[in-house]
């Protein structure tokens, strides 16, 4: 079945690069999404990327896909205190609309 | 983007009472919603999968006569816990693909907090 995976914890400092990653073990995992989530909150979509491309970049977020080692992860260029939040990484297979996500990292950022 | 909303926010509820929460697509039409819950400090499981006109389709090991789920309309689904005990306490959301992106995407609700006491 599919499973996605993720480090629990980043602290980064204010203004730094925050780089989260990911790994997911479905190789036939169509869409990869980025989601952050402000504590009590619902998910909020930062940014998604197919699964033919190699990186997407959006603004302050970066997101490299390496799909032969099933590795996806997003950069957050010049963090700030409002990007503290639990980011999750999903990913969903095929033309099913189920989304699998990973556990979240929790990332602090250090003013 | 699309949005969806869910009601209540927030729910205290009584050991064997059945709580409904509702999943509502407002600007666009869903003939699928899923519903998933989230324990604290966890990731978000998948429960079920709501279909608009036929039955829910409920993930492994979820009870199907205790999350009742009704995909009503086009833009409504709602999930009742039915006799509800403390360890359903949860945060429960769904989401809805949007319509106007294709399969894409997904939007989810803001979440209901369910807390039985």
């Known amino acids: 079945g599919e499973d996605v995976e993720q480090s629990l914890f980043l602290s980064v400092r204010e203004g730094d690069s925050s780089v989260i990653n990911c790994t997911y073990t479905?190789?036939?995992?169509?869409?990869l999404y980025w989601y952050k989530q402000e504590p009590g909150a619902g998910l909020q979509l930062l940014t998604y990327?197919?699964?033919?491309?190699d990186m997407k970049q959006d603004q302050r977020l970066t997101v490299l896909l390496n799909k032969k080692d099933k590795h996806l992860s997003l950069r957050i260029a010049d963090t700030q205190t409002g990007d503290s939040a639990i980011y999750f990484c999903a990913e969903k297979a095929g033309g099913y609309q189920k989304v699998t996500f990973g556990i979240g990292t929790k990332l602090q950022v250090i003013p | 983007g699309a949005v969806v909303s869910q009601h209540p926010s927030w729910v205290i509820c009584k050991s064997g009472t059945s709580v409904k929460i509702e999943c509502r697509s407002l600007?666009?039409?869903?003939?699928?919603m899923f519903w998933y819950r989230q324990f604290p400090k966890q990731s978000l499981m998948l429960m079920a999968t709501?279909?608009?006109?036929?039955?829910?389709?409920?993930e492994q090991g979820v009870e199907k006569d205790k999350f009742l789920i009704n995909h009503a309309s086009l833009t409504l689904s709602t999930l009742t816990v039915t006799s509800a005990h403390p360890e359903d306490s949860s945060f429960y959301i769904c989401s809805a693909p949007g319509a106007l992106a294709g399969d894409n995407e997904q939007f989810f609700g803001p979440g209901t907090r369910l807390t039985v006491l």
């Open positions: 709501s279909n608009e006109g036929s039955k829910a389709t409920y």
């Open positions: 990327i197919f699964s033919n491309m």
């Open positions: 479905d190789s036939s995992s169509t869409y």
């Open positions: 600007d666009f039409q869903a003939t699928t």
